[in-house]
């Protein structure tokens, strides 16, 4: 009777060290894995930490701002020829942005190339795309990159980190995210500008003649 209980013990105590030792090693997987991702990622700082994030798309500036209540806005265009900046921060499109962000957050690299000076085979001296984040509207930037070429396959993109002698390729669908962000918060300025008119006009119309 008691060899029979001492086995019973046994063969609980090997029962529990084999579950430790399989969550340990499920647990030692999973941190691996988190840093293989954070060796891999582009952005130097999570994007919780980022406060401001600029699209430079084909001359003309995008700015999004985190405000202080950590809700993105879009600040609006910022060229000599559309001075105006939107300021007002809309929920739904917040949250519209937040998502695109938390997306490009975790854009990873994959292949690497050598960066040759002079030679602008993927489209990275000269870019369409250059973007640049920064850590608070204050602060200098953080990192900036210049988006190139589409890779032969077009299922990523020639993304240069400036100040690096890597090219990195990335997928494409990080930048198409961004580039359709821009879209939906110029058309939502566009939309808006009509109605902003339209309230001016009315409350001048109003204003009793002196």
């Given at each position: 009777?008691?060899?029979?209980?001492?086995?019973?013990?046994?063969?609980?105590?090997?029962?529990?060290?084999?579950?430790?030792?399989?969550?340990?090693?499920?647990?030692?997987?999973?941190?691996?894995?988190?840093?293989?991702?954070?060796?891999?990622?582009?952005?130097?700082?999570?994007?919780?930490?980022?406060?401001?994030?600029?699209?430079?798309?084909?001359?003309?500036?995008?700015?999004?701002?985190?405000?202080?209540?950590?809700?993105?806005?879009y600040h609006g265009i910022h060229d000599?020829?559309?001075?105006?900046?939107?300021?007002?921060?809309?929920?739904?499109?917040?949250?519209?942005?937040?998502?695109?962000?938390?997306?490009?957050?975790?854009?990873?690299?994959?292949?690497?190339?050598?960066?040759?000076?002079?030679?602008?085979?993927?489209?990275?001296?000269?870019?369409?795309?250059?973007?640049?984040?920064?850590?608070?509207?204050?602060?200098?930037?953080?990192?900036?990159?210049?988006?190139?070429?589409?890779?032969?396959?077009?299922?990523?993109?020639?993304?240069?980190?400036?100040?690096?002698?890597?090219?990195?390729?990335?997928?494409?669908?990080?930048?198409?995210?961004?580039?359709?962000?821009?879209?939906?918060?110029?058309?939502?300025?566009?939309?808006?500008?009509?109605?902003?008119?339209?309230?001016?006009?009315?409350?001048?119309?109003?204003?009793?003649?002196?």
């Amino acid at each position: 009777m008691r060899g029979r209980k001492l086995w019973l013990i046994w063969g609980v105590l090997i029962v529990l060290a084999v579950v430790i030792w399989r969550g340990e090693v499920r647990r030692s997987s999973e941190i691996s894995a988190t840093s293989a991702r954070e060796a891999k990622r582009l952005l130097p700082a999570p994007i919780e930490d980022i406060g401001v994030v600029e699209v430079m798309l084909k001359g003309t500036m995008h700015r999004f701002e985190r405000a202080g209540n950590g809700k993105w806005f879009y600040h609006g265009i910022h060229d000599a020829s559309q001075p105006g900046h939107e300021h007002s921060i809309d929920p739904a499109q917040s949250d519209t942005i937040a998502n695109a962000f938390t997306g490009f957050g975790r854009m990873q690299g994959e292949q690497r190339i050598p960066l040759k000076g002079g030679d602008d085979e993927y489209g990275v001296s000269r870019p369409d795309i250059f973007i640049i984040v920064y850590h608070s509207a204050n602060d200098a930037p953080l990192a900036r990159f210049a988006a190139g070429s589409l890779t032969p396959d077009g299922y990523s993109r020639y993304l240069l980190p400036v100040g690096g002698a890597e090219i990195v390729t990335v997928p494409e669908f990080h930048i198409t995210n961004l580039l359709t962000l821009i879209d939906a918060m110029k058309a939502k300025v566009a939309a808006s500008a009509p109605a902003n008119a339209a309230t001016s006009t009315t409350a001048a119309a109003a204003k009793p003649a002196r």
